[in-house]
């Protein structure tokens, strides 16, 4: 470990290690010292109160894009000022050490041609990546890997047509394990079959031949035995051959659909978790595709979507909570994201984006909900718990005022009827379909009532091959989806609204956030960009990719205000997925989290063995009663 004792002084009187490796105090980077923490970070929350504030502002000045000062005798005396300003801190000038970093000096090389992954050794490889990722999410991202076995790799080449292939990992004799299990037999849409895998490293054998490994890491204060199930097999079955299988014992879970759910809703052995996935309206606001839509694509009067305060009354009618009984498994949701988006989940498994002041005070902001003297709610938490999205009043209200705008633009006549078809799935409707649809018109028609507007009509469409296309295409006013996934990277989470070159926009007849620009307030600064590049600048190498996550939150809240102000997109519900477990085994614990879910076929734990399950289920006649 360098000491400040240790460092020495070039030429340029910049210090560096004895063996010559620049020195530098970092600001905004991630320290061991500080738990994984930055300086910048702890600055901003505790201020004068712990730091020479003054100080650390003179050293921001001088550091670089990646928030590193270089070390000399100058920006060394005021970093010892910031961490020995107050006696609270309790440091002296030789902590100062556990602020630096240091490293290589490179070669400037072709970025583009350099990227890739290499092999370092045979247990190394090496990624190098065109922007910033931090290792945690890099990990991450790492879903599977392209490791082979290159003798089978190279033995199932074929050159002979245009396209250069090769049959390795198509059957159990073409493919090489290296993990817990490895495949005993592979029929292509029939079957697949796992068994332990005796060669993996972390197994034990027992005197009885049997295998068996515990966790290389503690769970609840001791190592845990993992991988109990010896065979894993997986059958390709429709979802009623699914469900007679799993009745009858013979399947360990298995997944009941919407329509079953309810049957199954007080059983003991339902899992059902929250997932990333929110689904809402996207429109099509643009004039003149609505008025084609409307002439050729069977709506009637869909140009009153242009109108802003018809999109707000839209969503203020909706009644979520009654929305979301037409599909059992839906959670009501009036925001892009909700409470499984983390911000800095390997260091702090609490920080969740949802529950963030600033996230929390954006969605206040949208649906004007206060907090404080006067109103019904002592807290932010208070006033962000009780937002329901609904508000009938108002919503009848901005009705009134849309109708009077549009009939003035000479877009509407008041009274006639609106007819509205509706980009809805996939496949073919189902009758939880019908039935939000139902839900929908009926809170639409209320809304309406007495504004000046006909009565509304919705036609929901299935069978569409690409809905999320279809709307700004002109085929539909209103398309019905969801977006979601990447919960750790709520920072980037408007990138799939605003940057075109890496998402297909669902509103992108609605607008251009490649050149329209928002200003927002940033440390006290007004910072103007389109919202393409808002979209980009906290990740990668974006212009706060540096900053503190208190100062990402501020901007990531904004955004997503300013964003659903729009009411290009309403938020209506979140999905939910739902399991039924059978009493064969149990999952380590019941308490769900998004890093880990239940535990998983690791922990699993198992409660009968293959003879006693046997048994049991004949004692059922033959059927299990999970109800």
Not at 104 to 112: L, M
Not at 204 to 227: A, M
Not at 261 to 272: A, E, F, N, V
Not at 561 to 568: G, N, R, S, V
Request: net charge negative.
């Amino acid at each position: 470990t360098n000491t400040i004792a240790s460092l020495v002084k070039d030429a340029d009187g910049n210090y560096t290690t004895a063996d010559g490796k620049p020195v530098c105090i970092a600001l905004t980077g991630e320290l061991a010292w500080l738990g994984g923490n930055s300086l910048e970070a702890y600055v901003d929350k505790y201020g004068e109160q712990m730091f020479d504030v003054e100080s650390f502002n003179t050293l921001k000045g001088k550091a670089d894009a990646e928030g590193n000062v270089v070390l000399n005798d100058e920006s060394l005396e005021l970093l010892v000022k910031v961490i020995t300003f107050s006696s609270e801190w309790n440091e002296t000038a030789d902590d100062a050490a556990a602020y630096l970093v240091w490293g290589e000096s490179f070669d400037e090389v072709d970025y583009d041609s350099t990227v890739g992954m290499y092999k370092v050794d045979d247990y190394t490889i090496r990624y190098v990546t065109q922007n910033y990722i931090d290792i945690n999410y890099f990990f991450t991202s790492c879903t599977s890997t392209w490791l082979v076995h290159e003798g089978l790799y190279e033995a199932g080449r074929d050159s002979t047509g245009t396209l250069e292939s090769t049959n390795y990992g198509t059957s159990a004799e073409t493919s090489m394990s290296y993990g817990p299990y490895k495949i005993e037999s592979f029929q292509p849409d029939r079957q697949i079959v796992f068994v332990q895998n005796e060669n993996w490293y972390g197994y034990e054998k027992n005197d009885d031949g049997s295998l068996v490994s515990y966790t290389n890491f503690e769970v609840d204060g001791e190592k845990r035995q993992q991988y109990q199930t010896t065979r894993y097999v997986i059958d390709v079955m429709d979802e009623a051959a699914a469900k007679q299988a799993f009745l009858k014992g013979e399947l360990s879970s298995w997944a009941p659909s919407a329509e079953e759910l309810p049957t199954y809703s007080t059983s003991d052995q339902l899992y059902q978790v929250d997932e990333t996935y929110t689904l809402s309206f996207f429109f099509n606001t643009n004039v003149d595709a609505l008025k084609e839509m409307d002439r050729s694509k069977g709506n009637t009067n869909s140009v009153v979507l242009s109108n802003t305060n018809f999109r707000k009354a839209f969503s203020l009618a909706v009644d979520r909570d009654e929305f979301v009984t037409a599909t059992a498994g839906y959670k009501p949701a009036y925001a892009l994201m909700n409470n499984l988006y983390f911000y800095d989940v390997y260091n702090d498994p609490t920080s969740s984006y949802r529950s963030s002041d600033p996230a929390m005070q954006a969605i206040c902001n949208l649906y004007g909900v206060e907090y404080g003297d006067g109103t019904p709610y002592a807290t932010l938490k208070d006033a962000y718990n009780s937002i329901t999205g609904y508000n009938l009043t108002e919503a009848k209200a901005l009705m009134a005022t849309a109708c009077k705008e549009l009939v003035e633009a000479g877009l509407y006549t008041e009274g006639q009827p609106i007819n509205i078809r509706i980009g809805w799935a996939a496949g073919a409707l189902t009758s939880a379909d019908n039935n939000q649809l139902a839900l929908m018109e009926k809170f639409l028609n209320a809304a309406v009532e007495g504004s000046g507007f006909g009565a509304v009509t919705l036609e929901a469409v299935g069978n569409i091959e690409d809905r999320y296309s279809a709307v700004p295409s002109g085929e539909y006013a209103i398309g019905f989806g969801a977006w979601g996934g990447a919960a750790f990277y709520p920072f980037r989470n408007l990138q799939v609204y605003c940057d075109s070159d890496q998402y297909s926009i669902n509103e992108a007849a609605c607008w251009d956030p490649a050149t329209e620009t928002l200003t927002l307030t940033v440390d006290g600064e007004d910072v103007t960009m389109t919202w393409k590049d808002w979209s980009n600048a906290l990740i990668g190498n974006g212009r706060f990719s540096q900053a503190s996550n208190e100062l990402k939150l501020e901007i990531t809240a904004q955004l997503e205000q300013h964003f659903l102000e729009k009411y290009y997109r309403i938020p209506l519900a979140g999905t939910t997925a739902c399991e039924m477990l059978a009493f064969k085994v149990s999952y380590y614990t019941e308490d769900y989290n998004i890093m880990y879910g239940f535990g998983g076929l690791r922990l699993m734990k198992y409660n009968y063995t293959d003879a006693e399950w046997a048994e049991f289920v004949a004692e059922q006649g033959g059927t299990v009663d999970y109800e």
